[in-house]
């Protein structure tokens, strides 16, 4: 078997526009974060994170904050990791969004 039909899943970060910051569940998870750092949504597929983006923003299986605040997808904090297998993007998902939330970004993961 092939390295690519294991390693076919993403992580992936979303920048959000600045109005994400209005609702209250996402300042609620963002006690921390440092006003004037990037707002982001950080997720996992086993789609190309382009073509992901692209379902949020159509509505489907979309997440709610990129839907209504996405902006644009940010490659330079998640490419070096992908692909990789499922159980590895799961779990580089959480790690992702907890160590952008240490640096002060304003983070959303579902």
């Known amino acids: 078997m092939t390295r690519d039909r294991h390693h076919h899943?993403?992580?992936?970060?979303?920048?959000?526009?600045?109005?994400?910051?209005?609702?209250?569940?996402?300042?609620?998870s963002n006690p921390d974060y440092r006003h004037r750092k990037p707002l982001v949504y950080v997720g996992m597929t086993?789609?190309?994170p382009d073509l992901r983006f692209d379902r949020h923003k159509a509505g489907i299986q979309a997440?709610?904050?990129?839907?209504?605040y996405g902006l644009r997808l940010?490659?330079?904090?998640?490419?070096?990791?992908?692909?990789?297998?499922?159980?590895?993007?799961?779990d580089m998902e959480v790690e992702l969004a907890i160590h952008l939330r240490e640096t002060g970004f304003g983070v959303w993961q579902a």
């Open 9 to 28: 899943h993403h992580v992936y970060v979303v920048e959000l526009s600045d109005a994400a910051w209005n609702e209250p569940s996402f300042r609620k």
């Open 46 to 48: 086993g789609l190309d």
């Open 63 to 68: 997440n709610r904050f990129v839907q209504a």
């Open 74 to 90: 940010l490659p330079g904090l998640y490419e070096v990791y992908n692909p990789m297998p499922y159980d590895a993007a799961r």
